[in-house]
């Protein structure tokens, strides 16, 4: 695309309706955009993001995930990545959790996600209406197994699963600890979440990784290694 195309491009605005293709190519000719979605053929452009309310629990979730994803070889975990779900939805979502081979999703030539990952995190801090409704059912339209929405505002956590086409509500086991149905081994205290103990988090993580749920889950994924 030629400098003079980029600059006859209109600005990427929230409310805009476009195609995917027109989406990405003018987020393309806005690198200041640092995050962007198409959601039901409805742009949103995220607003500054605030340090308690979102990057300091951003940076939590992305703790726990990545210890998760290193203590699992075949499990990737992902920073706000662009999402390519469908002809009308392409979020980017602040947290994925997928499986690198044999998954739902597969990384494109132009390095995308493309497909549903298995887990997706959002941190709602302004955001809960599209969160918990436009974005919930695009996400369980398209078959993203296991749905985190942590809302910081009003700390509350909520951990969807996906069960016959429904998100269905996970609850706690007695000690307070969510266990994840695809992801055996990754637990979260949500107690300690929602205090951002993020050291009793990890401690609890920790348990999990040492299970032994977790041990035939590594060894079934290095089996179904290409």
Same mark, same amino acid.
């Given at each position: 695309?030629?400098?003079?195309?980029?600059?006859?491009? *209109? *600005?990427?605005?929230?409310?805009?309706?476009?195609?995917?293709?027109?989406?990405?190519?003018?987020?393309?000719?806005?690198?200041?955009?640092?995050?962007?979605?198409?959601?039901?053929?409805?742009?949103?452009?995220?607003? /500054?993001?605030?340090?308690?309310?979102?990057?300091?629990?951003?940076?939590?979730?992305?703790?726990?995930?990545?210890?998760?994803?290193?203590?699992?070889?075949?499990?990737?975990?992902?920073?706000? /990545?662009?999402?390519?779900?469908?002809?009308?939805?392409?979020?980017?979502?602040?947290?994925?959790?997928?499986?690198?081979?044999?998954?739902?999703?597969?990384?494109?030539?132009?390095?995308? #996600?493309?497909?549903?990952?298995?887990?997706?995190?959002? #941190?709602?801090?302004?955001?809960?209406?599209?969160?918990?409704?436009?974005?919930?059912?695009?996400?369980?339209?398209?078959?993203?197994?296991?749905?985190?929405?942590?809302?910081?505002?009003?700390?509350?956590?909520?951990?969807?699963?996906?069960?016959?086409? #429904?998100?269905?509500?996970? @609850?706690?086991?007695?000690?307070?600890?969510?266990?994840?149905?695809?992801?055996?081994?990754?637990?979260?205290?949500?107690?300690?979440?929602?205090?951002?103990?993020?050291? @009793?988090?990890?401690?609890?993580?920790?348990?999990?990784?040492?299970?032994?749920?977790?041990?035939?889950?590594?060894?079934?994924?290095?089996?179904?290694? /290409?």
């Amino acid at each position: 695309m030629t400098t003079e195309r980029l600059l006859k491009l *209109p *600005p990427l605005e929230s409310g805009d309706r476009l195609t995917r293709a027109e989406f990405e190519r003018r987020y393309a000719a806005m690198p200041a955009v640092k995050n962007a979605e198409l959601i039901e053929g409805v742009v949103y452009v995220a607003s /500054p993001l605030r340090a308690k309310a979102h990057g300091q629990p951003h940076a939590a979730m992305m703790t726990w995930l990545g210890v998760y994803s290193a203590a699992t070889p075949g499990i990737g975990s992902y920073d706000t /990545p662009t999402v390519r779900l469908d002809a009308d939805n392409e979020p980017q979502p602040d947290a994925v959790l997928r499986f690198e081979q044999n998954g739902q999703s597969t990384i494109s030539e132009d390095d995308y #996600i493309e497909g549903a990952p298995e887990l997706i995190v959002e #941190i709602a801090a302004s955001s809960a209406s599209y969160d918990l409704h436009d974005k919930l059912r695009v996400y369980r339209r398209n078959g993203v197994g296991e749905y985190l929405v942590w809302r910081t505002y009003g700390q509350q956590f909520d951990w969807f699963t996906l069960k016959d086409g #429904i998100y269905e509500p996970l @609850a706690p086991d007695q000690q307070g600890i969510f266990r994840s149905v695809q992801f055996p081994g990754l637990w979260l205290p949500g107690n300690a979440l929602l205090s951002e103990n993020l050291a @009793a988090v990890l401690a609890v993580l920790q348990r999990g990784l040492a299970t032994s749920d977790h041990q035939a889950f590594v060894e079934s994924l290095s089996t179904s290694q /290409p």
